[in-house]
């Protein structure tokens, strides 16, 4: 039974209503593309670096996270070193690339290198991808609602949505940003203060969590398991994560459209590769914290594992607390989903819609085009996550929502690597190396772990594409092209 009061209420209420008028008032001034899409390029290394945080942990760390070691142990963690490892090997290899030139989306690199049709695959691949994986990240949102009001998932869905769309649609990347650095904060201090209440209701305090826990096997952190069907090992962790982290961060236009805000390549780098530093930390907070429940719980069973720490905050925070975590729910939800429909928007806007309706350089054009590709998206990724509602049974979402991105991270990954590493491929070869890679992965998925997709994507799409070059060089003109960008 859920303990959500009047001043729970007040605090979650408040907080909404402020954070999306801030975010709002944050899109003043807008009279472009430009301003819209990237903030004039202008925007803080620091607040990039949280809102990167922000966007790739988001719901999924709050509720999934916890759940994922009240069921196992810390070894989830060991991913997060690879991902650490991996923001290193962006900031050398592509964030050159990307600053060598103006470019407006993470696709517009493959067309200087391979041509309009290579960019417009490539962002397709990561419209598909992105509008399934949010969709279950937004739905992982919806379960603490629905426990506090009693609402069916959709009409949980349906509101989170409306209300994040609404400072989306008006304040443009900028809002977003500044948003998820707030948002972050936000949620991390609801870490914090459930570790507090753990120590308050549980006798002995984290001394006995810790204690028990151990006994039992669960602060376990490295498994050197050679498997490659188990998907949390120290190699598919470092080897891994790293290499899932060069497509996550180094391809999909959520991240590197905020790379592009700031002002210059070093300030991107520091954003980069400072996001990784917190983001180890922050996943190291969350599964402590799933240890902790799974102390308080005795390991009872819950319908999804997602449930678990959502139960905690309803049933057992004290008045107002309850409030302030639900707040850092919706924080953690709004951050990853005002982030996927911008940089959805932004992809449709430059990638697709300027090309064709021969509005490459109107910037007006641009922000009142990139206008309605919000509301589309945020109509689309609330379709999605109420389509995953059956779906969701015995499930965690963070492996669901992971494991889609990983399908189609390693065909990405391969593909930018033909574009910086290589001369003879032309455009054929790299879309017929990424379909490849994405084919592999797809026929081969039940025999490895999640975390060995992106490897094993790009390894295929680097070497088809490589070996297509031979039947599909690149044209003469694209290579001038290149020159001259």
Not at 139 to 158: E, K, Q, R
């Amino acid at each position: 039974m859920s303990h959500f009061g009047l001043l729970d209420l007040t605090v979650l209420v408040a907080y909404l209503v402020g954070v999306t008028a801030w975010g709002a008032w944050l899109g003043r001034g807008q009279r472009g593309g430009t301003d819209y899409f990237l903030g004039s390029r202008s925007l803080p290394w620091a607040a990039v670096m949280l809102s990167i945080v922000a966007t790739e942990t988001s719901t999924l760390t709050f509720l999934s996270v916890p759940g994922v070691s009240y069921v196992g142990t810390l070894v989830f963690l060991q991913l997060t070193f690879g991902y650490f490892l991996g923001r290193v090997l962006v900031s050398l290899v592509f964030l050159p690339a990307y600053y060598r030139g103006e470019l407006s989306t993470a696709y517009a690199l493959l067309e200087a290198r391979f041509g309009l049709g290579a960019r417009r695959f490539t962002s397709a691949v990561f419209m598909v991808t992105r509008l399934l994986a949010d969709s279950v990240r937004l739905f992982a949102t919806a379960i603490p609602l629905a426990l506090i009001t009693g609402w069916p998932y959709p009409v949980s869905i349906a509101v989170i949505g409306a209300l994040t769309v609404v400072y989306t649609y008006f304040g443009g990347i900028r809002a977003v940003v500044w948003v998820d650095a707030l948002q972050m904060g936000l949620y991390l201090l609801g870490a914090v203060v459930a570790a507090v209440a753990l120590q308050i209701l549980v006798p002995g305090g984290w001394g006995e969590i810790l204690g028990s826990a151990a006994e039992a096997g669960k602060l376990r952190v490295l498994d050197l398991t050679l498997d490659l069907r188990t998907p949390y090992t120290i190699w598919a962790g470092v080897m891994g994560g790293a290499v899932f982290t060069m497509a996550s961060h180094g391809t999909d236009q959520l991240i590197v459209q905020r790379l592009l805000t700031c002002k210059s390549r070093g300030a991107a780098q520091k954003a980069l590769v400072g996001s990784g530093a917190a983001v180890v930390a922050q996943f190291l907070v969350f599964l402590l914290v799933g240890v902790g429940l799974w102390h308080f719980y005795a390991g009872r069973p819950f319908g999804s594992n997602d449930e678990v720490f959502a139960t905690f905050i309803v049933q057992q925070l004290p008045a107002g607390l309850t409030g302030l975590l639900i707040a850092g729910v919706f924080a953690a939800a709004m951050s990853s989903l005002s982030s996927s429909i911008n940089s959805l928007a932004s992809a449709t806007a430059y990638d697709f819609w300027a090309p064709l309706a021969g509005a490459r350089h109107d910037e007006a054009r641009i922000l009142r085009a990139g206008k309605v590709f919000t509301l589309l998206w945020a109509a689309l990724l609330i379709g999605g996550a109420v389509l995953f509602i059956p779906l969701s049974e015995g499930t965690s979402a963070v492996e669901v929502a992971l494991g889609i991105a990983a399908v189609v991270y390693g065909g990405l990954l391969g593909a930018f690597l033909l574009g910086v590493a290589t001369r003879r491929p032309g455009q054929g070869a790299a879309i017929a190396g990424m379909a490849a890679g994405i084919v592999a992965v797809v026929a081969l998925r039940d025999g490895v772990a999640w975390p060995w997709y992106v490897p094993l994507g790009a390894t295929v799409t680097f070497a088809v594409g490589w070996l297509a070059g031979f039947v599909w060089p690149r044209r003469p003109q694209a290579a001038a092209r290149e020159g001259t960008s």
